[in-house]
T-cell receptor, first 113, second 112 residues
């Protein structure tokens, strides 16, 4: 059972470039979310999805897009990378939105230069 | 505003010693509270969940307490080990079903 799988683990982008962070889960969870973690800031919600075809914005959505075409996959797209998006990104999934037992991926460390 | 505050921000202890981490929250109405452990370079992993009616719950050397009246929780680690070195994050959910509310975490370093 792989759980939540994120790729890539590390990425360096130039300002203005775009890329997609991949996230897949094999637990048949309806709720998936993306967070960014910055030093001294804790985890902040970027976007979330309560099921296939349904997405919504979190606390810090600007500069990011998401889609949910299947239950398993929830990719995060950076439209035009900026140095302020340098961070560690975590994908998480859980059975319900209010169930705090979120299962996290191992993270993607993104550096924008 | 729903908030979760953790203290201390960081802590250094000797192997074998005990320690207690604190979490104060202002989330209302309260649903449950979880403690997560995050090893360096890894995603957070759930240690324990506390609901409104629970006061104490143990998971091996980890014991979590909850005082719903004062809106405080603690995580006590007994006989610390080097592998306990990590960040410990308190996460609270409201009954309104809004997004999880994360504390900033306590970084624990256990030295030999």
């Amino acid at each position: 059972n792989a759980g939540v799988t994120q790729t890539p683990k590390f990425q360096v982008l130039k300002t203005g470039q775009s890329m997609t962070l991949q996230c897949a889960q094999d637990m048949n969870h309806e709720y998936m979310s993306w967070y960014r973690q910055d030093p001294g800031m804790g985890l902040r919600l970027i976007h979330y999805s309560v099921g296939a075809g349904i997405t919504d914005q979190g606390e810090v959505p600007n500069g990011y897009n998401v889609s949910r075409s299947t239950t398993e996959d929830f990719p995060l797209r950076l439209l035009s990378a900026a140095p302020s998006q340098t961070s560690v990104y975590f994908c998480a999934s859980s059975y319900f939105r209010t169930d705090t037992e979120a299962f996290f991926g191992q993270g993607t460390r993104l550096t924008v230069v | 505003k729903n908030q979760v505050e953790q203290s201390p921000q960081s802590l250094i202890i000797l192997e074998g010693k005990n320690c207690t981490l604190q979490c104060n929250y202002t989330v209302s109405p309260f649903s449950n509270l979880r403690w997560y452990k995050q090893d360096t370079g890894r995603g957070p992993v759930s240690l324990t969940i506390m609901t409104f009616s629970e006061n104490t719950k143990s998971n091996g050397r980890y014991t979590a307490t909850l005082d719903a009246d004062t809106k405080q929780s603690s995580l006590h680690i007994t006989a610390s080990q080097l592998s306990d070195s990590a960040s410990y994050i308190c996460v609270v959910t409201s009954q309104a079903g809004t997004a999880l509310i994360f504390g900033k975490g306590t970084t624990l370093s256990v030295s030999s």
